[in-house]
């Protein structure tokens, strides 16, 4: 589903293929368990490898967003590819969350 990994505390989350109504529930249950409740709330996730998402995704990726704000932390979303680019710009999330266009430029800023 997906594969992580921390760079100077924080998590880079690479998830892979579709993102959709079959598997957002799990994607955010994992990240939620794993890292922002485990005492990492700081991630980007790089959405580089995704060439679909739909609507659960985009409520998955709110919560991740809001659970990690009120444990002290940020998400920052990477590599977004003009398909799910459009998604987030029609429902304005662009405007919520931060967009960047590589993993290393995310990184950058939320240091």
């Known amino acids: 589903m997906f594969r992580s990994y921390d760079k100077e ?9 579709e ?6 529930s799990q ?3 994992k990240v939620l368990s794993e890292y ?3 005492g990492k ?7 580089s490898y995704v060439g679909y998402m ?8 709110i919560s991740i967003f809001k659970h990690a704000k009120m444990n002290g932390g940020g998400v920052a979303i990477a590599g977004l590819v003009d398909p799910v680019r ?4 029609l429902t304005a ?6 967009i960047y266009s590589n993993a290393e430029e995310a990184l950058e800023k939320m240091k």
């Open 27 to 29: 994607f955010k249950e």
């Open 86 to 89: 459009r998604l987030f710009s």
């Open 9 to 17: 505390g924080i998590v880079v989350i690479v998830p892979e293929g």
């Open 36 to 38: 922002v409740e485990a």
């Open 54 to 61: 739909d609507s659960s995704a985009l409520g998955a990726i």
């Open 93 to 98: 999330l662009d405007k919520v969350i931060p």
């Open 19 to 24: 993102l959709d109504v079959t598997n957002s």
């Open 41 to 47: 709330p700081n991630i980007v996730i790089d959405m």
